[in-house]
């Protein structure tokens, strides 16, 4: 799942040649990856780090702690990898380890490296990053785990699997499920498993036995969506964002789905937080649906003219709604999409009668065409696959008839 937007550093000094030394594919060169996680972050979760507090601790590391060590020549020429930061590893922990037990105990010294780090929540994440580093094989070996759960069909399995996580330590576990987490297809499996575990689908019940940091990382993960719900015009990539939404409402379910919350619990207010994120950053796009569809169906009097963005804003607009519906259940969107649902149908409609009617009397027209194709496959998104089905066959009895 991790997908870095931005590969450029920051906090990177200035130089007089080409930044390569000031970039990286990733924080600490993907050791920790399976644990990062990207703006915005309106929750933070025990197991999870955003991408730019581990990036500001890299560049502390490299620049203030240990610039002496790592390869200075490798990192001017952006050629710096994994493999050449892995065996001084050790060292690197004894210093952080070292400047943060100093500035623990000395005012000045914390706000010194406060300062160098240049973020209050780097400073705060620093000894989960220190953990994530010490423990860089087991992630690798909770992804491996993340990736078998695909394939597992015994619940029984999955449970001693389950058990087999460090779960006495819930620090190292809750970096463990959120690595784990992201291969997991399914997380359902993992919930019901847990629960089976527990003997009962409380809350309370699940963390008793060490799973906490199970529904923590379910969160974290369906928080760690937010990034991709960017609308940007008819040139979003909807696709990318409806993939996203399915994702989220996986995860979300997995957890009011099966889990019996307590009143008043911290995962309970973290997923109305996120939720609300969510159908606010969707609200004003499906409310934008019908209006899309209209102006990509008008045809201009005398020299028509085909809109192709708004024909793709209107494409886009219904694919989004569908996909809002099949996961409505963890959004807080009832009214906003039930309006946007019913009055697409009623528009769509509309448009699908007249442009059958203009492509009868003219089906040459290649405006007439564009707009037949995009009905088309609204209809299939809105309606049905069968209703799609029944238009271009009535569209082929037309082309037959020329």
Not at 103 to 131: C, F, K, Y
């Amino acid at each position: 799942m991790t997908q870095l937007a931005n590969r450029n550093d920051p906090a990177a000094p200035a130089t007089a040649k080409p930044a390569r030394a000031a970039t990286a594919p990733t924080p600490f060169h993907g050791l920790i990856d399976p644990i990062l996680v990207f703006e915005p972050v309106l929750e933070v979760f025990p197991g999870a780090v955003n991408i730019e507090a581990a990036k500001a601790i890299w560049v502390w590391v490299r620049r203030d702690l240990c610039s002496d060590i790592i390869p200075g020549d490798k990192l001017e020429q952006g050629t710096l990898e994994a493999a050449d930061i892995e065996p001084l590893i050790p060292e690197l922990l004894g210093r952080m380890k070292a400047a943060l037990v100093q500035a623990n105990a000395d005012v000045e010294i914390s706000r010194r490296l406060t300062a160098q780090l240049g973020r209050d929540d780097a400073r705060a994440r620093l000894p989960v990053v220190m953990l994530a580093l010490r423990n860089r094989a087991l992630l690798s070996k909770a992804q491996a785990f993340g990736r078998a759960t695909n394939s597992i069909t015994d619940d029984a399995a999955l449970g001693t699997a389950i058990q087999a996580m460090p779960l006495q330590d819930p620090a190292l576990s809750a970096l463990v499920f959120q690595a784990a987490l992201g291969q997991v297809s399914n997380p359902t499996l993992l919930v019901t498993a847990a629960i089976k575990l527990a003997g009962s689908a409380t809350e309370v019940a699940i963390a008793r036995i060490g799973l906490a940091p199970l529904i923590d990382a379910h969160i974290a993960h369906a928080q760690n969506q937010l990034r991709f719900l960017e609308f940007s015009g008819p040139f979003s990539d909807v696709d990318l964002i409806c993939r996203a939404l399915e994702r989220f409402h996986r995860l979300v379910r997995a957890l009011t789905g099966y889990i019996e919350f307590s009143r008043g619990s911290q995962a309970t207010a973290a997923l109305s937080t996120i939720t609300k994120y969510v159908s606010d950053r969707l609200e004003p796009r499906l409310k934008e649906v019908v209006t899309d569809l209209n102006q990509a169906m008008r045809r201009r009097e005398g020299t028509d003219r085909l809109d192709t963005d708004k024909l793709l804003a209107a494409v886009s607009g219904i694919y989004l709604l569908a996909t809002v519906r099949d996961c409505k259940d963890s959004l807080a969107l009832n009214a906003v999409f039930d309006q946007a649902w019913g009055q697409s149908g009623q528009a769509l409609e509309v448009h699908i009668q007249r442009t059958m009617e203009v492509f009868r009397e003219n089906p040459e027209d290649k405006n007439t065409i564009s707009r037949l194709d995009a009905v088309i496959k609204m209809a299939q998104l809105r309606f049905s696959q069968d209703y799609a089905d029944t238009l271009k066959k009535a569209r082929l009895a037309v082309e037959r008839s020329r």
